[in-house]
């Protein structure tokens, strides 16, 4: 129970982020420490340095000729003002640096900082007074375009006893609440992290997954490396993969089965037919048999280009197997008055494929481009080193009708000519097996069909 549990992604999820935390827990203690034991008087001289200089900037009075004449403070600020005059107080300054309002303790008129008022404003300087260290902060007002300064100062002395007194028995809550937070921002951070690499194989097992088609039903998914909580889900999946192969396989069978066992019955009633004169509507008969010959034919293409092992891949020339395509259709494409074109380079290029799967794909398509073209138009047959291309000139395709061409029995609504809907599923099962990419488009000028070599 403990090694099937040790291995889960709950665990995981759980040693990691544990350990995160307590490794970001001890980095920010140690850090804080050091912080807390070298530099609080400087953290608390500054807050109160600005918290005092604010309250004094913002409980000025002023007289109908925009001069400060006393100042409204806090109970608080103003009692520690009063009780520690020595310690603790404030000046308010002209443009000029008079002192114009001050403290107790805090009148004289002489400089607290070598640099003029403008110079140090929000900052912190320290100077000494009375022979004393202080802490000195500087905020600016504007009142009827005349500026005034405020400074307030606070000795060095005040704020160490401060410290020692009040300060240092509030670290633990200070250190918690700052622990807590910053626990919590690298515990999120681990988790993440985690999580991305503990499903890695998830992953890994849905993009395996989305690379299985009926070219490689065989293929199944690993499980090595996959959580357990995961595997049951694998292994389901390579169950469902078995039955998809075996029902596939069982249909492919039937279907070159049954085109092998109806080919001869149709050549035998032909033959019949012909050999009774007494019959009727011999051509009707005849057009029937025929169709139904080539739809065997076709299921039997179907079938065989559907195995791998049907395919013997040789060093070809593409434009002698169009040549011999356009030499087969020409028959057909006289009696509709289609003319057939070839656009080839003048040395032939070669291609691994093979021959008569190549020579099955391009009939197929010009066969289909011959019967939708109209009298006196022509179909091209285009090739380079990339590609096969095939032009028509018919009415082309509805936008709709695309995503439908390639797939097995599929027939337009609108068409006229006969078929079964599988020689465009055909072509596909051949590329398929090639490698090629096969892609069509469509514009009121016609229709084309490219081969990406």
């Known amino acids: 129970m403990f090694n099937q549990w040790i291995r889960s992604l709950s665990a995981r999820l759980v040693l990691a982020s544990v350990g995160a935390l307590f490794l970001s827990v001890a980095l920010l203690a140690a850090v804080l420490l050091f912080l807390f034991k070298h530099y609080p008087e400087l953290m608390l001289q500054r807050a109160g340095l600005m918290e005092n200089a604010e309250e004094v900037l913002q409980g000025l009075n002023f007289d109908a000729a925009g001069q400060p004449v006393s100042t409204s403070l806090s109970e608080q600020t103003s009692w520690l003002f009063q009780s520690m005059p020595t310690e603790l107080g404030y000046r308010v300054l002209d443009e000029q640096g008079k002192v114009l309002l001050a403290s107790a303790g805090m009148r004289s008129e002489s400089e607290w900082l070598t640099e003029t008022p403008a110079k140090s404003l929000n900052g912190i300087e320290r100077t000494e007074i009375d022979g004393k260290s202080f802490a000195i902060t500087t905020l600016k007002v504007s009142r009827g375009g005349a500026l005034f300064y405020v400074q307030t100062a606070t000795s060095v002395r005040f704020t160490k006893v401060l410290t020692d007194e009040k300060v240092r028995p509030a670290q633990a809550i200070v250190k918690a609440i700052v622990f807590l937070l910053f626990a919590t921002l690298m515990f999120a951070l681990a988790l993440t992290l985690t999580v991305n690499r503990v499903l890695r194989p998830l992953r890994d097992a849905s993009c395996a997954a989305a690379q299985i088609g009926p070219p490689n039903l065989g293929t199944r998914l690993l499980s090595e490396g996959v959580p357990s909580e995961i595997r049951p889900l694998i292994d389901a999946f390579n169950a469902a993969l078995d039955r998809l192969q075996n029902g596939f396989l069982a249909q492919r069978q039937f279907l070159g089965s049954a085109a092998h066992e109806l080919q001869t019955p149709l050549t035998l009633i032909r033959g019949q037919i012909e050999l009774q004169p007494e ?36 060093r070809i020339s593409s434009v002698d197997v169009a040549r011999d395509v356009l030499a087969y259709l020409l028959p057909k494409a006289h009696s509709k008055q289609v003319t057939l ?113």
């Open 279 to 314: 019959i009727e509507d011999k051509e009707l008969l005849f057009r029937e048999i025929d169709l139904m010959a080539r739809q065997v034919r076709q299921l039997l293409h179907l079938a065989e280009v559907s195995e791998p092992q049907n395919f013997s891949f040789v």
């Open 341 to 453: 074109r070839l656009d080839a380079p003048g040395t032939p290029t070669t291609i691994w494929a093979d021959r008569s799967a190549l020579f099955i794909l391009l009939k197929n398509i010009l066969e289909n481009a011959i019967n939708v073209s109209t009298s006196g138009a022509a179909v091209t047959l285009i090739i380079d080193d990339v590609s096969i291309q095939i032009l028509d000139e018919g009415p082309g395709i509805e936008a709709e009708h695309l995503p439908f061409l390639f797939k097995r029995f599929w027939r337009a609504p609108d068409t006229i000519h006969d078929g079964a809907g599988l020689g465009l599923a055909i072509c596909m099962e051949i590329a398929v097996a090639h490698n090629w990419g096969l892609t069509a488009n469509s514009s009121a000028d016609g229709t084309r069909f490219m081969v990406s070599l």
